[in-house]
């Protein structure tokens, strides 16, 4: 069972990326998909979560506006578009599981090895 995630780099501010994580092992439609990021120094914090269906979908105050969260249960992978990115976003980023219906991603069941974010100029 595993979670790979893709799509972090270097990237200045005002910019995007999407990152992508992709199931292998297990099928991801019977579980809440959430984004968490860790800065230096700082403790890991959810960025966003999303429902088994995809149906509905939660953000950090931080990010509301700039990042989306979407789905592709058919490809086994779930998505986060970040747009307007800000220094402040600069972090690891990992995306997680969670078996369940809701948008509920905490505590998670399996977890990604991480993908550099680095907001820069």
């Known amino acids: 069972l595993q979670l790979v995630e893709s799509g972090g780099g270097l990237v200045q501010p005002g910019g995007s990326l999407r990152l992508s994580c992709a199931a292998s092992?297990?099928?991801?439609?019977?579980?809440?998909i959430g984004w968490f990021r860790q800065a230096p120094g700082k403790e890991r914090e959810g960025v966003s979560c999303?429902?088994?269906?995809?149906?509905?979908?939660n953000y950090a105050d931080s990010v509301k506006g700039r990042f989306t969260i979407s789905r592709d249960n058919a490809k086994n992978t779930v998505y986060l578009q970040m747009n307007s990115l800000k220094p402040e976003d600069t972090g690891l980023y990992y995306c997680?599981?969670?078996?369940?219906?809701?948008?509920?991603?905490?505590?998670?069941?399996?977890w990604g090895q991480g993908t550099q974010v680095t907001v820069s100029s």
């Open positions: 999303i429902s088994s269906s995809g149906g509905s979908a």
């Open positions: 092992g297990f099928t991801l439609n019977y579980y809440a």
């Open positions: 997680a599981a969670r078996r369940g219906v809701q948008a509920m991603c905490n505590p998670p069941d399996y």
